[in-house]
């Protein structure tokens, strides 16, 4: 596909991209009912936080309480 990965490990990962049987990688969720699921462990760990509540990614700026369950989230709240 002609990506450029800078870690070698990184490439199974993204070679599950491109998988055509992307449904034997996927991580379901745990929750009964829940039809969540990622082919990644670390978007599966993020999205487990809906349903526990947890914001463990908060900013790092004095006086700012923000917090959220995504790491993405905090990013952009940080530009």
Do not use: I
């Amino acid at each position: 596909c002609g990506k450029k990965l800078s870690r070698r490990a990184d490439l199974p990962r993204h070679m599950r991209t491109h998988a055509t049987n992307k449904e034997d990688f996927m991580f379901p969720c745990p929750y009964a009912g829940c039809e969540y699921r990622a082919l990644q462990r670390s978007n599966l760990a993020t999205h487990l936080h809906t349903h526990t509540g947890a914001r463990p990614n908060k900013c790092p700026h004095p006086n700012c309480t923000y917090a959220t369950s995504d790491p993405g989230s905090l990013t952009r709240h940080r530009r």
